[in-house]
């Protein structure tokens, strides 16, 4: 697809802060060396990022110094010597998360530079909202920081347990990632000074720019489908499969928040949306949610996703926000139903909907066929027998059979998935297209709501059933391991 990225700077600082916290929802201990060679990256580019903005006409110190920044470079810059010269965690891939993160701020400061040059921080407004564009950027560090301190702790666990006993070469990962750690630990102290509490503070000052109708929504989910259709087609890989669930999780969040904003404003039909349509979308959203985590298990630090198709998810988790979202919380459903049509909105979602039912169907088929399917030895290890343990409760008592060798499982090799994985990921994703098709089948009275809307029935819907409506972001679960050119 090679479509042009069109987000704004805002945009792009929030999917950067938004992804760290997706790497620290799914850290493992395996991830910790991609991610310890990957980390000084992610600092360059917020460095970077952080001196293209404009600075205030009479310098000074305060809140928007670079005088933080500077510290953590330096300490970053000294964390890659150490890495360096002990030759520790040596060559090896990246963390393709985290140079998501790097890459997203580089993208934002090139903005910055070709076109943000006519900016002058004189007016309150546009101090503000450099302020705001500052904290994401140390808040973005801060959770980063703590992520890849996760991530080294585990992996220390890890090595110190499969090297008990064994000679000083063999354990020598113990002392070199407990300095890592160290180090880490007050990188994220000096972030987290910084930030305080004055991150929803600061936040309130960011400029949002508001949507001109509902047509990016439009075509974002648009895009966003036919580039799922195109990428499983070619390369029905996990992280493909793991970034496509992730997505359509968020769309149905998000439609349960926009939708919610339509009944509560006269768009949509209250009682439709209490008693089908939220409960639908609810579950639709988790059984997506679900699979993508069986997704995520078979996916391995060096797995990479298609440029393409983290591209579509971003564009349409920023049409998202754009719509539906408030600085750090959701917007008000009067709010919402100022920005755009809430009435289009929703036919909008009703095709996104309807759409969804078959990239399910085309999951349930890479589940269930595609013999090429692999994961890390230990992961696949454990989900052979917690699946094994759940069939034999039910009352399936199979054969004691090892699925995954002792050896794999020491050297975590990729392995190709043993039956029960593949059992458990069909069953997953039958479930997952049976919800789907109860979405899309509530969904059809968006279609009646639409043609004729109530109008002054002085009905109300109550809140978002679901606590997920809350969350910071529609489409916080979304984040990508992104593919190298």
Not at 21 to 47: F, K
Not at 226 to 252: F, K, S, V
Not at 420 to 449: E, H, I, Y
Request: proline share 5%.
């Amino acid at each position: 697809m090679n479509a042009q990225d069109e987000r704004s700077v805002g945009e792009l600082l929030l999917d950067a802060d938004f992804s760290t916290r997706q790497v620290l929802m799914d850290v493992t201990g395996q991830d910790a060396p991609a991610m310890l060679r990957t980390w000084g990256e992610v600092v360059q580019s917020a460095s970077e990022l952080w001196a293209s903005l404009p600075q205030p006409v009479h310098g000074g110190t305060g809140p928007i110094d670079g005088v933080t920044m500077a510290r953590l470079e330096a300490m970053s810059l000294g964390m890659h010597r150490t890495q360096v010269r002990r030759g520790w965690p040596g060559d090896g891939p990246a963390d393709e998360r985290l140079l998501h993160v790097a890459e997203t701020l580089t993208r934002a400061a090139d903005l910055i530079g070709r076109r943000g040059g006519h900016i002058r921080p004189t007016d309150t407004a546009v101090r503000a909202d450099l302020d705001a564009a500052r904290m994401r950027i140390m808040h973005t560090l801060y959770v980063g920081a703590h992520g890849v301190g996760v991530a080294a702790r585990e992996h220390v666990a890890d090595v110190e347990l499969s090297t008990r006993g064994k000679s000083s070469r063999e354990s020598r990962g113990v002392p070199r990632g407990q300095d890592a750690i160290s180090r880490l630990a007050a990188f994220e102290q000096l972030a987290g000074a910084y930030v305080g509490n004055r991150f929803a503070r600061a936040a309130q000052g960011e400029h949002v720019r508001g949507p001109y109708g509902s047509e990016r929504l439009q075509q974002a989910l648009i895009g966003w489908d036919i580039q799922a259709h195109r990428t499983l087609a070619a390369t029905p890989t996990a992280p493909n499969l793991l970034l496509t669930a992730r997505t359509q999780a968020g769309i149905a969040t998000a439609a349960g928040a926009i939708l919610h904003a339509g009944a509560r404003t006269g768009h949509v039909d209250t009682h439709a949306y209490q008693h089908r349509l939220a409960p639908s979308l609810d579950a639709t959203q988790e059984a997506w949610t679900h699979v993508a985590d069986r997704w995520a298990e078979m996916t391995s630090p060096a797995d990479r996703t298609d440029l393409d198709l983290v591209h579509a998810a971003g564009e349409l988790r920023a049409a998202v926000r754009e719509v539906a979202h408030d600085k750090t919380t959701w917007a008000r459903p009067d709010v919402m139903a100022g920005r755009v049509d809430l009435g289009e909105a929703a036919q909008h979602l009703q095709q996104a909907l309807s759409a969804a039912v078959d990239v399910a169907c085309v999951i349930r088929d890479v589940a269930a066929q595609d013999a090429n399917l692999t994961g890390p030895a230990r992961a696949m290890s454990h989900r052979a027998n917690a699946d094994i343990d759940r069939a034999t409760e039910r009352g399936h008592r199979g054969e004691d059979v090892v699925w995954v060798t002792p050896g794999d499982v020491y050297a975590n090799r990729t392995v190709t998935i043993p039956e029960p994985v593949r059992a458990g990921l069909v069953d997953a994703t039958d479930t997952l297209v049976q919800t789907a098709s109860n979405a899309m089948s509530a969904a059809s009275c968006l279609d009646r709501a639409t043609q004729d809307r109530p109008t002054g029935s002085g009905q109300e819907a109550t809140a978002p059933r679901s606590r997920r409506h809350e969350a910071l972001t529609p489409m916080a679960q979304v984040s990508p391991r992104v593919a190298r050119p």
